[in-house]
């Protein structure tokens, strides 16, 4: 089955910095990857996922990089505004099964203005 | 559009008794899954209905289950009720096709209290 690792559970970074969140994953056969951000006390939110065949995709001041040969996969946030902590979320499914996803442990982001 | 309708919102439960937890996917979707949010454990995977069958399963005791009806709704039921299923239970739907990758969204979800 699949396992999702993430790093770091914690990142506080100042506003207008950059922030990296990484997560590697264990089936070579997973082929989608989203990223989920959940505000506290609300439900988690799509905010990006990329498939394998790419290896980036951008939307605005969000990117995620994909390297299926190391098995891991990136969130990058550029120019952080306050609204960007919460706890951020990667995914994986599971033996390819695209409605069973496996989830990262989450970070933590602070943005401190 | 409206998005996927969890219900109730929060509830509180004593142990040993049981709970079902109902949830409307975004109109036209197929497929819903159920997922259990805990501050230790994290996201973790329940089930997977699609088209009134358990399509996905993940690794809870049989005291979890789970259905779904013709129109796409689904619900969930704890039985037996111990301190440990205090968590936040959270329903994704998708459109369920047989193709990888499609986006699933989430309820805001069901608090489940049990004391």
């Known amino acids: 089955g699949e396992n999702v690792e993430q790093h770091p559970s914690t990142l506080s970074v100042q506003e207008g910095d950059s922030a990296v969140i990484k997560c590697t994953y264990s089936?070579?056969?997973?082929?989608?990857f989203p990223w989920y951000k959940q505000e506290l006390g609300k439900r988690p939110q799509l905010i990006i996922d990329?498939?394998?065949?790419?290896g980036e995709k951008k939307d605005q001041r969000i990117a995620v990089t994909l390297n299926k040969t190391a098995k891991h996969f990136s969130l990058h946030i550029t120019e952080t505004q306050p609204e960007d902590s919460a706890v951020y979320f990667c995914?994986?499914?599971?033996?390819?099964?695209?409605?069973?996803?496996?989830f990262g442990s989450g970070t933590r982001l602070l943005v401190r203005p | 559009k409206a998005g996927v309708t969890q219900t109730p919102r929060y509830l509180i439960k004593t142990r040993g008794q049981q709970v079902t937890l109902s949830c409307s996917p975004i109109s036209g979707h197929r497929s819903v899954s159920w997922y259990q949010q805990t501050p230790g454990q994290g996201l973790q995977f329940l089930f997977e209905?699609?088209?009134?069958?358990?399509?996905n399963k993940g690794n809870f005791p049989g005291r979890f289950s789970g259905r779904q009806f013709s129109n796409s709704r689904s619900e969930m039921n704890v039985s037996t009720l111990e301190l440990g299923d205090s968590a936040l239970y959270l329903c994704?739907?998708?459109?369920?096709?047989?193709?990888?990758?499609?986006?699933?969204?989430f309820g805001e979800g069901s608090w489940l209290t049990v004391v």
């Open positions: 209905y699609f088209s009134e069958t358990q399509r």
């Open positions: 994704a739907s998708s459109w369920g096709g047989q193709n990888s990758g499609n986006t699933i969204y």
């Open positions: 089936d070579s056969a997973s082929n989608y």
């Open positions: 990329i498939r394998s065949n790419v």
């Open positions: 995914a994986a499914p599971w033996m390819d099964s695209s409605y069973k996803l496996i």
